[in-house]
């Protein structure tokens, strides 16, 4: 409900230089036709669906990426834990990645100190 006001509130937002991802994409509420009406830069993919990867469900994940380019949005996957997790969402063009192969959760002192460092992988 409302959604021409999150819309305009949502445009609003990016009028101010900041940008918008829709978080735990193919889960819960999320439908397809958000993604055309929502003035998004880009999507995460869900952890379930990163999960699945490793059993050789990477079908979802695939299909999250394919979608989020094919509307020329950056596509994030969450809850990235394995190698194989990471060559197969490279594979696939997948725009970044986060998750434990790349941290653990840091206070702001430990991320400065790590982003300082350079590229993590």
């Not at 397809?32 to 993919?45: Q, T």
């Not at 979608?67 to 809850?79: D, K, Q």
């Not at 840091?106 to 982003?115: R, Y």
Request: glycine share 12%.
């Amino acid at each position: 409900e409302g959604a021409e006001d999150v819309i305009r509130s949502m445009r609003d937002i990016r009028e101010l230089g900041v940008h918008l991802t829709a978080d735990d994409f193919g889960t819960g509420y999320a439908s397809l036709s958000y993604l055309r009406k929502f003035p998004l830069d880009g999507i995460k993919i869900d952890t379930t669906f990163v999960g699945d990867i490793v059993a050789g469900g990477g079908g979802l994940a695939s299909a999250v990426i394919a979608v989020g380019h094919c509307l020329e949005m950056n596509v994030v996957a969450e809850g990235v834990e394995t190698e194989d997790q990471l060559s197969f969402l490279r594979w696939r063009d997948c725009d970044e990645v986060q998750g434990f192969l790349i941290s653990k959760p840091l206070v702001a002192a430990e991320f400065v100190d790590m982003v300082n460092k350079g590229p993590v992988l």
